[in-house]
């Protein structure tokens, strides 16, 4: 697959959904409005997505959101995904709020890097961009993805 310069299509950012557990001020408004789960594509309507994606020659997929980790299902869809014919890369960008809890059982399932979103290592400056954030979460997530093999975690 090509795009209109010519260029081959190799990467596909997958959007899992539009909601997060955080309100960054760059991002959404505190009462933000989510759309209904039914409006959501499912997992295996992903899969379809991914599967025909794959067909046409995409090896890489980077799961975004929203926040990918809010999924109730993330690491048995990741294991889907990751087992799709011709998927080469499977990396996701998080806020790592979730991720200490999850980077091992994500590695297990295919996942292969992770991009954090990390607004300031400074606490009081992350939590108020954030609005709800806990710096430490963060960071105890990024030391359990490094341990888990997720890298280059960026």
């Known amino acids: 697959m090509r795009d ?25 408004p505190e009462e933000m409005l989510f759309k209904p789960h039914a409006e959501i594509l499912t997992d295996d309507e992903l899969l379809v997505l991914v ?8 090896r890489k997929i980077r799961l975004t959101g929203g926040e990918p980790t809010v999924r109730a299902n993330i690491v048995e869809l990741t294991a889907r995904i990751a087992q799709v014919p011709g998927i080469q890369d499977l990396a996701m960008t998080t806020n790592g709020v979730r991720l200490a809890h999850l980077a091992a059982p994500l590695a297990q399932a295919g996942l292969r890097r992770i991009n954090v979103s990390l607004d300031s290592l400074d606490r009081d400056k992350y939590k108020a961009i954030t609005r709800w954030g806990n710096l430490d979460d963060v960071l105890a997530g990024l030391e359990a993805a490094r341990a888990a093999g997720l890298g280059p975690v960026k």
């Not at 209109?4 to 959404?28: A, F, H, K, P």
């Open 4 to 28: 209109q310069y010519g260029r081959e299509i190799r990467d596909l950012r997958v959007s899992l959904t539009d909601r997060c557990n955080l309100r960054c001020v760059y991002c959404m």
């Open 51 to 58: 599967r025909a994606a794959a067909e046409l020659g995409v």
